[in-house]
């Protein structure tokens, strides 16, 4: 079975800080992503990746980067972190052919807190 | 802009009874996805329907794509409360590349 692992569950940080989002996937995925999930907004995409050190800015990127540099590993920055920035935070992977509806594999989620 | 919309966005229902989920889109996608969330964790996915008016079963759970590959819905028969859950469509974007998702149906099912 696919296993995607994001490193914490519930993180607490304050306004400003530089906070790091890790996530590990085990199954030699191409693409990568991040998501955010707010009541009524749904699932909105930040970055994704689908190949080391590639990057694509999803609909959502202003306040994050994202790094890439193995194929495993996909990493979540927010530079200054801000109250609107709480949230719940989803990455997923999937093979590299989107057309011939692979799925997508999601972690169990970071709940990020900014006070 | 290609968009999914879902409805009934809340639903609870009584152990037993019978539900529809509705996805709505004006766009043609390629294909459309359904997941299930369960509470403290990440999305699963359920099936995958890819050709106009196809129909998949899984147990209790009944998919249709419609004709014009616009739209799908999602009929649970006899709910249960093990399928509480929060329920996502999703389908590729043009380029491709990521998945467009609905916001989503929050079912609840009380025994």
């Known amino acids: 079975d696919v296993k995607v692992t994001q490193s914490s569950r519930y993180l607490v940080k304050r306004t400003g800080e530089k906070v790091f989002l890790e996530c590990v996937q085990d199954m030699d995925h191409e693409n990568m992503f991040w998501y955010r999930q707010d009541p009524g907004l749904g699932l909105r995409l930040i970055y994704f990746s689908y190949d080391v050190k590639m990057k694509e800015k999803g609909d959502i990127p202003e306040g994050y980067s994202v790094s890439r540099e193995k194929k495993e590993r996909f990493s979540l920055i927010l530079e200054s972190a801000s109250t609107n920035q709480t949230s719940m935070y989803l990455c997923?992977?999937?093979?590299?052919?989107?057309?011939?509806?692979?799925?997508?594999?999601f972690g169990d989620g970071t709940r990020l807190s900014i006070l | 802009t290609q968009l999914l919309e879902q409805s009934p966005q809340f639903l609870s229902i009584q152990e037993g009874e019978n539900l529809t989920v509705y996805c709505n889109s004006s766009?043609?996608?390629?294909?459309l996805q359904w997941y299930r969330q369960e509470p403290g964790e990440g999305p699963v996915l359920l099936v995958t329907v890819v050709t106009g008016g196809e129909v998949k079963k899984l147990k209790r759970l009944t998919f249709q794509f419609g004709d014009a590959r616009k739209d799908s819905s999602l009929h649970i028969t006899a709910a249960q409360p093990g399928d509480t859950g929060l329920y996502l469509c999703a389908g590729a974007d043009q380029a491709g590349t990521a998945l467009i998702f609905g916001k989503g149906t929050t079912l609840s099912v009380s025994s």
């Open positions: 997923a992977s999937s093979s590299r052919h989107l057309y011939s509806n692979q799925p997508q594999h």
């Open positions: 766009s043609v996608f390629s294909s």
